[in-house]
């Protein structure tokens, strides 16, 4: 059976703008991994009429309702109430709720206030979700054909909620094993992917493919069902093969987060270091670097050289070309490399320097136009790149060029 999920995010501060509703994004990512649908994400304000109506909609359209929110010490925490009255429900005490929010300000050496009491009421005859992040639990139960998960708000506390309670709940439920097979490429256009493949996946009912677009790169899930996980793996491999076949080397990995985490692997697997020159990313290829954890083995460091004088004066970029050709071209480009590979003392340099936006440079060169470089040991390569309008896409499309070249670079692969 395949199941379909309504998400109901519960918050004020979301529809007012003030935070980002992340947890949809997690919950639908991690659905679909698990081959159930997500059909629509509804959100609503800590109100109880309006989150009344919003449940009774929803369980007349979905399998699976997973409300996020609304579950803490507050007097604006009222998901539980809702949802127990609108299923008919009771909610009872919760003894082993109330002795683990003790135990954590017992050990953070604060007294429990009164308010915390109402966190440790759940619907009667549910399955409680221990919160090992928070304070307050989490649960699901089942009433007219109607799954109900509540998952708390905080992100921290609902991406583990996710996935160490409410997953393995659902996974429970069904009658086989679903496995998922995420591609990552980068260097093919969203549209283009998806008009080679459009009659290959309308054809597909087990496995399934999913194409999803980021910025400047694209993802193809590939999803099977079987009665065992090794069945179901089976059921990928060949659709990945073909996929490998069609696309090559764009495709730079398989169920790994990023390129940046793809470069930096490969550069541990070689014993080698790496090392940046920025001009128009201002430190994005540091920092997407620095988030990555152990990146230290393999990270020299980097030099934002947004001016003329730090290209010149730390890069060593002679002057001369910078005169000649405009801080935005292919030979600043190379220098930089160059100089960031002798300054920093790494085995590999990239460099990137271009027009952000939101106007053309002082030679007229226009927004968009990038020249991302890689220094290695007799190999200096430059990339040029028309990157878009958008300052933040420019930025993000240099970057992913610079870790695509380290790739590159590491397997052999043409640099173009």
């Known amino acids: 059976m395949t199941y379909t999920a309504e998400l109901i995010a519960v918050g004020t501060e979301l529809l007012l703008g003030n935070i980002a509703n992340t947890d949809a994004q997690m919950l639908s990512q991690g659905l679909s991994a698990l081959g159930i649908n997500v059909y629509y994400h509804t959100v609503v304000g800590d109100n109880p009429q309006r989150l009344r109506a919003a449940v009774e909609l929803a369980r007349t359209r979905a399998d699976i309702i997973i409300t996020t929110g609304g579950l803490g010490p507050t007097c604006d925490d009222l998901t539980k109430n809702v949802l127990a009255e609108c299923f008919g429900r009771r909610l009872v ?93 980068f260097g093919v256009g969203e549209s283009s992917m998806e008009d080679r493949l459009r009659d290959r996946m309308n054809a597909m009912t087990n ?43 764009k495709i730079y990995g398989a169920d ?72 935005v071209s292919a030979p600043v480009a190379r220098a930089m490399a160059e100089g960031a590979r002798r300054v920093l003392g790494c085995d590999i340099a990239v460099s990137t320097t271009g027009v952000a936006g939101p106007d053309s440079d002082d030679r007229g060169n226009p927004v968009g136009l990038v020249f991302v470089a890689i220094a290695a040991g007799d190999c200096v390569h430059v990339r040029e790149l028309h990157a878009g309008q958008s300052r933040e896409r420019v930025r993000t499309m240099a970057a992913h060029n610079a870790f695509d070249l380290v790739r590159r670079y590491l397997t052999g692969l043409p640099m173009d």
């Not at 509540?150 to 496995?179: H, K, W």
């Open 256 to 327: 790994v987060p990023s390129l940046e985490a793809v470069a930096a692997a490969l550069l541990k697997e070689r014993g080698l270091t790496l090392g940046s020159a920025e001009s128009c990313t201002g430190g994005l290829i540091a920092k997407r670097l620095t988030d990555l954890p152990g990146i230290s083995a393999v990270y020299k460091g980097g030099v934002v050289s947004y001016t003329n004088s730090v290209k010149h004066g730390v890069l060593g970029v002679p002057q001369e070309l910078l005169d000649q050709y405009g801080a």
């Open 207 to 249: 496995p399934t493919l999913a194409p999803y677009a980021k910025e400047g790169e694209c993802e193809l899930r590939i999803t099977a069902k079987a009665p065992s996980e090794e069945e179901a793996r089976a059921l990928t491999a060949p659709v990945e093969e073909e996929l490998r076949a069609l696309f090559g080397d």
């Open 93 to 185: 005490h919760n003894q082993e709720a109330e002795d683990r929010c003790r135990a954590f300000f017992e050990g953070i050496g604060r007294p429990m206030t009164g308010n915390n009491f109402q966190q440790f009421y759940l619907p009667e005859g549910c399955t409680p979700f221990q919160n090992d992040w928070g304070t307050a639990p989490g649960c699901a139960f089942e009433e007219g054909g109607v799954r109900v998960i509540m998952l708390p708000g905080p992100p921290r506390e609902c991406t583990a909620m996710f996935r160490y309670r409410a997953a393995p709940y659902l996974q429970s439920l069904s009658d086989g094993a679903i496995v998922s097979r995420t591609l990552k490429l």
